[in-house]
């Protein structure tokens, strides 16, 4: 159902959906005004889990809040073998959405129906990380009035204008900066153009329904006769450009001299957290909406959570650059983020989860020096689990309440190194191998505010 943006409540709490992909990584991380909220049980981690469906506990109108900004992160794919397929994927993720459009209200513009997103992170360019994702905007793509293809899950302004931006760590395929490896770029069933502003917008291309091929399987040549979809949104990608945003808001600090490359506190945790206080108490973000500041009853801490890219291109903020020659450039190069809540009066920040998508465990291991020892509440286990992210020195300084795992069910993942690490932590880990789940696990919106 769509909510009028204006009668919301200003309250914000953020879930996490971890689509059960067949392989790779799917997830989708909704920004959502008045999730439920409740009292933190005696001894209970501040974070759980529910497997489909939803909370009941104090639900006013069966609903888990209103959506104000939802993120598709990566997009899985089927898992078949070689080649690129997102057929089953696909599958998934529309189960996800169609859950999320019955369990949620959503903020939407007038005339405007049904889940948008707001951003598409590709943490980077590997299969299993998006074959799911491009099936399902080719095959829901529907004519507009002007007679062009476009999404309905796009967020559109109201002039027509594409705002569903697209991170990743690069574009086209380079070497990777100060490394002799290289990263692959988009698929080629991706499309962009850019203006003579620099600006750079995508949009897929249109292999024929019945044609002769799998939709992801055409040469570069065949892509490049074909016709394309409307613009989508822009693309952001490279370190300047990702390191320090907000994906929530889309503001990213800057400071005189670059966030990343060499040691500099200012740039970790602590310096981050203030510069985002200060910036969102002068101008607090409105996420999209003609109107939206948090404007609480003095017995709310309110606190903005920011969706941080801490690391992209094997770079992350305030540390030094660190070349890894043993892992694969496309891996290397991912997309980093982490979830920060800010505090509106007490000290009672904390930062609720880390994931790295396939980032090597010493790129990982630089985010536990930008964290200056805090802790992280969930952690998703970097590479699907593989023996070679998630060092034990990355679970033993963020001590996490909760462990997430994108497994599916190629190449073993998770490592039987780290089920074994994890065993005896138990019950306060949820290792989901997705191809066990029929639904999307969500990871619930911590309770964002201390109850009175
Ligand atoms: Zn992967």
């Known amino acids: 159902m769509n909510v009028d943006p204006l009668s919301l409540n200003h309250i914000l709490g953020v879930d996490t959906l971890q689509i059960p992909v067949p392989g790779g990584d799917c997830a ?39 959506v104000l900004r939802a993120i598709l992160v990566d997009g899985g794919h089927d898992a078949r073998g070689p080649g690129y ?38 943490t980077h360019w590997d299969r299993d990380h998006y074959c799911g994702a491009l099936q399902l905007f080719w095959s829901t793509l529907r004519e507009n009035e002007a007679g062009v293809l476009d999404s309905p899950f796009v967020r559109y302004d109201g002039n027509g204008n594409a705002l569903t931006t697209l991170y990743c760590p690069t574009w086209t395929r380079y070497q990777v900066p100060g490394s002799t490896k290289f990263a692959r770029g988009h698929h080629p069933f991706l499309d962009s153009e850019t203006d003579v502003d620099g600006v750079t917008r995508w949009r897929i291309r249109l292999p024929p329904p019945n044609g002769p091929k799998g939709l992801l399987s055409y040469t570069d040549t065949e892509y490049g006769n074909m016709p394309f979809s409307g613009f989508f949104g822009t693309v952001v990608e490279k370190s300047p450009q990702l390191l320090g945003l907000d994906f929530f808001t889309g503001f990213r600090l800057q400071g005189d001299t670059p966030l990343y490359g060499e040691d500099q506190a200012g740039y970790r945790i602590h310096g981050v957290r203030d510069a985002f206080s200060r910036a969102y108490a002068s101008s607090p973000p409105t996420y999209g909406l003609p109107t939206y500041g948090l404007d609480l009853d003095d017995k709310w801490d309110a606190k903005y959570p920011v969706l941080l890219c801490v690391g992209a291109e094997g770079n992350v903020m305030g540390c ?9 450039g496309d891996n290397y190069v991912s997309i980093m983020m982490l979830l920060i809540w800010l505090p509106r009066k007490t000290n009672a920040w904390h ?28 952690i998703k286990a970097g590479h699907h689990g593989a023996r070679t992210s998630t060092s034990a020195r990355l679970l033993k300084r963020l ?32 290792i989901a191998p997705s191809f066990r789940l029929a639904s999307a696990v969500l990871l619930d919106s911590i309770l964002p505010f201390p109850l009175p």
């Open 399 to 430: 001590q996490p309440n909760k462990f997430i795992v994108s497994a599916g069910h190629e190449h073993g993942h998770p490592s039987k190194c780290l089920s074994v690490f994890l065993g005896p932590l138990n019950n306060r880990l949820l």
């Open 320 to 328: 030094a650059r660190k070349n890894i020659t043993h892992a694969t």
């Open 28 to 66: 989708i991380i909704l920004l959502v005004d008045k999730p439920p909220m409740r009292k933190r049980k005696d001894g209970e981690p501040n974070v759980s889990y529910h497997k489909s469906g939803h909370q009941t506990e104090n639900i006013e109108d069966g609903k888990r809040g209103t």
């Open 351 to 378: 930062v609720s989860l880390f994931a790295g998508g396939d980032a090597h465990m010493e790129t990982e291991n630089q985010v536990v020096d930008f964290l200056e020892g805090r802790t992280v509440e969930v």
């Open 85 to 122: 397929h997102g057929r089953e994927a696909s599958t998934k993720i529309w189960n996800t959405l169609q859950g999320i459009e019955s369990n949620y209200n959503i903020a939407n513009y007038p005339g405007h129906e049904g889940l948008k997103f707001d951003a598409w992170i590709v």
